[in-house]
């Protein structure tokens, strides 16, 4: 049905068919929304998990996630653009263009438009479905692989190709791995963890440059591969709302409801830029699924009028051989820290400011780690500032430092 | 032919806790409720099969150590995304100290 001058009208507009804006779209209708809801999305498909890309999937062993059955979307009553890319944006009008010509109108719009792998000429970057099949295609045993950057992505990706049997070398800028998420103890045993897989490890291994076949690196060595990965970051993708004018630094700049500084334009994911409540309000921009997926479901009930503040616990993992790790809280954040070492052999980081719990880390095998990094998680949403002492025993229970037996949520 | 199999002793779990329990190849997840009443339920979460017996077992909740998946453990109810199907439970009783769960 259209309008005057061939616009759609009305009803709720989601850009962005990720995880973020996926969810946003079945929770509108969960949130008892009755009007238009129209999820477009530029990659082809039907929404799935981008998780398993660096894991299962890239290994083979596994096909896409999908993110809800397609019937789902249908009952839901949701109008999926697939493959369609959103092009322009008009605050005044209430207007998105896409990429094929259509526009729609909208009454709210919520941009969940993610983050885009930040590219390296000569090198593939992993961030969708067709990024993992084209990697996957040329991991073969014996392949020498280049990953440049040792974060999240990148270790993973290492993690996988070495368990195809490539020869896997990865080099890293700074002088530890996961130097932005992880505590350095935990990112030490993850890099033990490379080095007894077969795999080279180079921290403080800056790149000078990619030539057919092979890394030269700043200090004049060169490593020979087959095919260079880059995991050197990601950065929202902002360009649709810069250019619709409205407030971008390091993200879309939300405040604590997720709404833009345009009206009825609200952005959640990977590509907003968040005031955190349990942080003084330090503007958080996170590129983590957990979040992607609250955030989606936030702001669906924001866009509906619930003003209630955006202010969940940041929640990251990374599966790396038979090693879980996970971490609750920004690490950054923390002064003071305090190790427990469990009889299994998994580990906890636990950090402190004046006091407070702000982050929680752990490692070890399969999920040893969740339920002890979930509990934290939820000291950290009740502000506890618990005893250090009490925390670097493995014999003390943590579940009972919890303030008052609160449903999970 | 469902029948009766002897799952744990009482005091194998905590109460508000859970413990995993394998049978004929299969995994099943044991429940203490607060009020020491016991419940069963599979023993994989229905999203990405990880082993629900790592998580965290709160207001009579237990959520996916893995993806935070949540079900209701007395109902097997689901309780949103991540998890869109129910998890399959199965009757419990408690004879002499050992809990038994029914299993098909």
């Not at chain 1, 082809?44 to 062993?61: C, I, M, T």
């Not at chain 1, 263009?97 to 090198?123: I, K, M, Q």
């Amino acid at each position: 049905m259209t309008g005057p001058g061939g616009v759609v009208p009305g009803g709720v507009v989601v850009v962005g068919a990720g995880e973020c804006g996926t969810r946003a779209a079945l929770a509108l209708r969960e949130e008892g929304y009755a009007g238009p809801v129209t999820l477009v999305g530029g990659e082809p498909g039907h929404p799935y998990e981008r998780p398993p890309l660096s894991k299962a999937v890239l290994s083979g062993a596994a096909d896409l996630t999908p993110l809800c059955t397609p019937e789902r979307l249908v009952d839901a009553g949701v109008t999926h653009l697939a493959g369609v890319a959103a092009t322009a944006l008009d605050v005044r009008a209430h207007e998105v263009a896409l990429a094929d010509g259509r526009v729609l109108g909208y009454e709210r719009l919520l941009l969940a438009t993610g983050a885009r792998a930040r590219p390296l000429p000569g090198a593939l970057v992993l961030r969708s479905h067709a990024d993992a099949v084209a990697l996957q295609a040329r991991l073969r045993p014996g392949t020498r692989v280049g990953v440049v950057g040792g974060g999240f992505i990148g270790l993973e990706v290492a993690a996988t190709a070495a368990g195809l049997g490539c020869a896997v070398t990865v080099v890293e800028a700074a002088p530890r791995l996961m130097g932005r998420a992880v505590p350095e103890r935990l990112a030490a045993r993850v890099a033990a963890r490379h080095a007894e897989a077969g795999v080279a490890v180079r921290c403080a291994s800056p790149v000078a440059r990619l030539e057919p076949g092979r890394i030269v690196l700043a200090d004049g060595q060169v490593v020979e591969t087959d095919v260079v990965v880059a995991g050197i970051g990601s950065a929202p993708e902002t360009a649709l709302a810069a250019a619709a004018g409205l407030a971008v630094a390091d993200g879309i700049v939300v405040d604590g409801s997720l709404a833009t500084s345009a009206p009825d334009v609200f952005a959640a994911g990977d590509c907003c830029s968040f005031p955190h409540p349990l942080y003084d309000d330090r503007r958080v921009r996170l590129e983590s699924w957990r979040a992607a997926q609250e955030q989606g479901v936030h702001a669906a009930r924001a866009l509906l009028g619930d003003p209630e503040p955006y202010a969940a616990v940041p929640w990251f993992w990374s599966d790396q051989y038979e090693l879980s790790l996970q971490v609750a809280g920004l690490p950054g954040a923390a002064t003071e820290e305090v190790v427990r070492v469990r009889p299994d052999g998994a580990e906890l980081w636990f950090g402190l400011d004046a006091g407070r719990l702000v982050a929680v880390a752990g490692i070890g095998t399969g999920t040893a780690v969740a339920k002890d990094v979930r509990i934290g998680e939820l000291l950290i949403a009740q502000r506890a500032a618990p005893d250090p002492a009490a925390l670097a025993d493995p014999g003390v229970a943590l579940k009972p430092l919890l303030r008052a037996p609160s449903p999970v949520g | 032919m469902p029948q009766w199999i002897a799952a744990c002793a009482t005091d194998d779990v905590d109460p508000e806790d859970v413990i995993s329990f394998e049978h004929a190849g299969n995994a099943y997840a044991v429940y203490r409720s607060p009020d020491d009443a016991f419940f069963a339920t599979d023993g994989h979460c229905t999203h990405e099969r990880e082993l629900l017996c790592d998580g965290l077992v709160m207001g009579g909740v237990i959520e996916c150590p893995k993806h935070n998946g949540r079900f209701d453990y007395t109902s097997g109810k689901a309780l949103g995304a991540p998890v869109l199907v129910d998890v399959r439970t199965y009757p419990t009783k408690v004879e002499d100290g050992t809990v038994y769960i029914e299993v098909p």
